[in-house]
């Protein structure tokens, strides 16, 4: 027979596992590293075929203030699964059902950036360059579904769709949202100059002060600051929250926020041109006064976030705590009094009134038993320190006889 050293005895591996556990560390066995390979693989070739396009991209959002924030979108979405790599699954497997439908949708968009008579008219570069960026979008979905497989991709859901803001927003899009942030920043306004008691005289979205007639035009919508706040509150809302109802309450709050701020803007404007001249309305406030009003209404923002934060870790902590406390059933509940026990010691009569419990769980064994053996032995106890008190009296008489 031949001993074996405990330390010696190593653990049987089934053929399956392919994953290896050093430390902290997981090392990936070639079958599943040479699935991640092939995946950047594809990457690099997709940003290959599509670099011109991409590069226009780049250039044309670093000089439009409505997409200047396209260029920091692939960095956001790397970083989101970069913090997220311990979490996201290592069995890759094949989806291909599950890739054909952001393949056939970037073919579609590739088709019509290709076939500008599918709209039935020329596009704008705007137009060409976001269906070029869809495309792009869902080619590299559906090389992440065929290769990484769809446990992988719904674990990493966010991070992907985060990429859809790299497709600049349409002509008809960013028309629409201007019309109607300037309509909903016009009554925004006219609430504040009816709140500092400014004298005006709207029609529709111009307004008549003492001195100025102000105009809340499309540019002054605030449609470029108030969808960098729609995609801050998105990628904040996904980082610090956990409840769904909680992130829609933030990512929603960014449309009134984005109203309100804009109405407060032209407020302000419209008071300084009525306190100090008409020459106001060239000032600095009015030219670059967008972040200035920007980073004002992230505070509210912030707050928000701040309560649904704290409101979460406390609604947490009870429901961690809520179940163990309610579980635990109380050791002792009081049914009413039990008849009146008498007793006689040393001539003398006693009345005991004991009380009656019923017990969930046996007593433990330091309590002395339930609570009515307890008040017997007490009043046992009782008795018969006052029988004891008695007999001392007895015999001292008695002593005081025999002495007489």
């Known amino acids: 027979m031949t001993y074996l050293h405990p330390e010696k005895i190593q653990p049987c591996r089934s053929s399956d596992d392919t994953v290896s556990v050093q430390g902290d560390d997981r090392t990936l066995d070639p079958p599943r590293r040479g699935s991640l390979i092939r995946f950047s693989v594809f990457g690099i070739l997709l940003v290959a075929a599509f670099s011109k396009p991409l590069f226009s991209l780049a250039v044309y959002a670093a000089g439009q203030s409505l997409h200047s924030h396209i260029v920091l979108i692939p960095f956001v979405s790397a970083y989101l699964i970069y913090i997220r790599r311990s979490s996201l699954p290592t069995n890759y497997t094949f989806s291909p059902g599950s890739a054909m439908i952001p393949f056939v949708a970037g073919v579609i968009a590739l088709a019509a950036a290709w076939v500008p008579s599918v709209f039935g008219s020329p596009l704008s570069l705007n137009d060409y360059l976001a269906l070029m960026a869809l495309s792009f979008v869902g080619f590299l979905a559906a090389g992440g579904f065929f290769f990484l497989g769809r446990k992988w991709m719904t674990a990493a859901a966010f991070p992907f769709a985060f990429l859809i803001f790299i497709v600049p927003m349409p002509d008809a899009m960013a028309d629409t949202l201007e019309r109607a942030s300037a309509l909903a920043s016009a009554e925004a306004a006219s609430l504040f100059f009816n709140l ?191 029988g004891s008190q008695n007999g001392r009296q007895q015999a001292n008489g008695f002593i005081l006889q025999c002495s007489r």
């Not at 035009?217 to 980082?239: D, H, K, M």
């Open 196 to 386: 500092t008691g400014t004298p005006t005289l709207r029609e529709g979205v111009v307004f008549q002060l003492p001195n100025i007639a102000i105009q809340v035009a499309q540019e002054c919508g605030g449609i470029r600051s108030s969808w960098v706040l729609f995609i801050t509150s998105l990628l904040a809302a996904n980082l610090f929250l956990k409840s769904g109802w909680r992130r829609a309450v933030l990512v929603c709050f960014v449309i009134p926020l984005g109203i309100a701020r804009n109405g407060l803007r032209v407020a302000v404007i419209g008071n300084l041109c009525v306190q100090f001249g008409p020459q106001m309305i060239h000032s600095i406030i009015h030219r670059r006064g967008g972040p200035l009003f920007f980073t004002l209404s992230l505070i509210p923002l912030f707050l928000l976030l701040w309560w649904l934060r704290r409101s979460e870790a406390t609604g947490s902590q009870r429901s961690a705590s809520g179940p163990a406390s309610g579980s635990e059933e109380p050791t002792a509940r009081r049914e009413g009094p039990t008849p009146r026990r008498k007793t006689e010691f040393g001539g003398q009569r006693r009345e005991v009134r004991g009380e009656k419990f019923a017990t969930a769980n046996p007593s433990p064994p330091w309590r002395g038993g339930s609570e009515v053996s307890r008040l017997r032995s007490r009043s046992r106890g009782t008795a018969a320190r006052q």
